[in-house]
């Protein structure tokens, strides 16, 4: 697709780029409020025009100062763009992978904030469907915001989709989803910001669907391990049966507001925003907004006000009221950049070279080209495209391989992946990247085991460091895990006293992950002086 703008909005950067269309974050000409556009590709099929379309029918119904806003979709010959709401904030999973949890006041206020906004689509008969903590934006004033309506149906409409670790019984057997649907996922992600884990885990090493699937619909509600003045609100908001949860976001709302009063007097939320907004501001630096010098990140409830002002003039200058749709209008779903609100639907990838990358040799090395990076690298360093649905690159270097028992050979390798495994579409199967949590893709329950090839597993075990680090000039998440080899054994796994250490670098705004689990020398001094076009 042609880089086209629509008019009346000059680029300020882009935010993303990819088969999906690409993400810029814009300034109107005439009110100067930021937005987020979202160009999608013109090749984009009839089908899925008709899906965004449906989308959008949905969302803009949708009225809540808790949801990203969609102001208009314009369509014309040479594509189809949407003009959102730019939400300045970082995603919760941002927040708990920082500060693993959150005090209660901090959770319930977050719990709060989502539930008036799913109140919001469950009052015009919309059910989400994929509620979880990336698609919940936290900005600097504490007040989240709900994003992402990709996956959401009208009330009674069913299928499985969804994210696995906060998916509902009737979810996981088909059956019609129901505003108590996104009752159990938002009382899910309350139980992650209070305890720093899912409440149904894999069992140790393993990602399989299988655990998270029988947990949540034959295991008990772990209630034991959240406050005990919050276990009857848990309890309740994770029944197996619907008809046991509160009917829907505004009753289950008023229930917790009666809940955080007893049990952590009237101030309970101005205590829990300003926890919460803290808990972002440590961000900052992942602010799409701040990132572009177009706010401050202290700017807190003022700041707010100050959006609500700039967002009537965006509104008025394009003649529209929100969530209006021109066209046929689409909306796309997911988070592009540290938070900004816009929705991403899922397009067809165009198909992958069959060739490896170019490998240029330059005089300081060997010049890899990975996407919309380029490294240089040791003349020894190879690099080869991963194909299939997924993509992305794998790095090979100097070591020797050794065979395993599950995965042919074991190589010395660093991995370079795209969005597609940070938020993989449902037709793969594959789990999403969690900060929060060590990086084990699929659902087979093997991983690597550098020092010991033929152990068939590891897992995480702990976080040994987090920080910011250059990626050329783009600033990453950076993490290393502490991975515990394990055995496979009947009714599980079994640990064993053999460690190493995984390497994550995360671009939030480019959605890429690096991986390296074979300690490669010189790395980080490699990935900082990347280039990108």
């Known amino acids: 697709m042609s880089d086209w703008q629509v008019q009346g909005f000059q ?12 993400v810029v974050l814009a300034r109107h000409v005439e009110a100067g409020t930021p937005v987020a556009i979202k160009y999608l590709p013109a090749d984009a099929g009839l089908d899925s025009r008709e899906r965004f379309r449906r989308e959008s029918q949905m969302l803009g119904r949708v009225a809540s100062p808790h949801v990203a806003r969609l102001y208009r979709l314009v369509e014309n010959e040479r594509g189809i763009a949407i003009v ?31 539930l008036r906004g799913l109140a919001a689509a469950h009052e015009v008969g919309v ?58 996922a938002a009382t899910c992600v309350f139980f992650e910001c209070v ?53 829907d976001a505004e009753a289950f709302a008023a229930e917790l507001e009666e809940t955080a009063r007893a049990a952590y007097g009237a101030d309970w939320e101005g205590r829990g925003i300003r926890a919460l907004a803290g808990g972002a501001v440590a961000l900052a630096a992942l602010f799409p907004l701040m990132a572009a010098g177009l706010t401050s990140a202290g700017a807190g409830a003022g700041g707010a006000a100050t959006a609500t002002a700039g967002t009537t003039g965006v509104l008025s200058a394009l003649g529209t009221k929100a969530g209006a749709t021109v066209a046929g ?68 270097v100097p070591g020797e391989c050794a065979p395993t ?48 090839p033929l152990i068939p597993s590891a897992s995480g075990v702990r976080l040994l460091n987090q920080a910011f ?32 250490v995984q ?10 992950l690096i991986v390296d689990e074979w300690d490669t020398p010189g790395l980080a001094q490699i990935l900082a002086r990347a280039k990108w076009t």
Request: proline share 10%; glycine share 12%; charged share 25%.
């Open 405 to 452: 028992e599950y995965r042919g050979e074991a190589c010395p390798m660093v991995q370079v992946l795209g969005s597609k495994w940070v938020d993989p579409p449902p037709t793969t199967a594959i789990e999403s990247y969690e900060p929060a949590y060590a990086w084990h893709p699929g659902t087979d329950p093997s991983h690597i085991c550098p020092p010991r």
């Open 84 to 114: 959102m709401e730019v939400v300045d904030g970082v995603p919760l999973t941002r927040v708990l992978g920082h500060h693993g949890t959150l005090e209660p006041e901090a959770a319930l206020t977050v719990l709060k904030g989502s």
């Open 469 to 500: 680090a250059k990626v050329g000039d783009r600033t990453a998440e950076y993490r290393e895990w502490r991975m515990q080899c394990a055995d496979f054994v009947a009714g599980g796994m079994r640990a064993r006293d053999v460690f190493f």
């Open 127 to 184: 059910v989400h469907r994929d509620y979880k903590p990336a698609n919940v934006i936290v900005p600097a004033d504490g007040c989240s915001k709900l994003i992402d309506f990709g996956v959401a149906v009208w009330s009674g409409e069913g299928s499985r989709a969804g994210t696995p670790h906060y998916m509902a019984p009737e979810q996981w057997r088909g059956g019609p989803a129901s505003p108590a649907t996104d009752v159990y």
């Open 11 to 22: 680029e300020v950067r882009e935010l993303g780029r990819g088969g999906q269309g690409r």
């Open 503 to 512: 390497r994550l670098w995360y671009l939030p705004q480019s959605r890429i």
């Open 195 to 247: 305890t720093g884990r899912r409440p149904y885990p894999p069992a140790e090493g393993a990602a399989g669907r299988a655990a998270i699937r029988a947990g949540h619909l034959s295991a008990p509600v772990p209630v034991e391990d959240v406050p005990e003045k919050l276990r009857g609100l848990v309890a309740r908001g994770m029944a197996k049966e619907p008809a046991e949860r509160p009917e």
């Open 329 to 396: 209008a689409a909306v796309v779903t997911a988070t592009v950049g540290g938070g900004v609100g816009v929705y991403q639907a899922t397009l067809p990838e165009p198909a992958e070279s069959q060739v490896a990358v170019a490998a240029t040799p330059s005089p300081t090395g060997k010049r890899l080209d990975l996407g919309d990076f380029t490294i240089t690298a040791p003349k020894s360093w190879r690099v080869t495209r991963i194909e299939g649905e997924l993509g992305g690159y794998r790095v090979r």
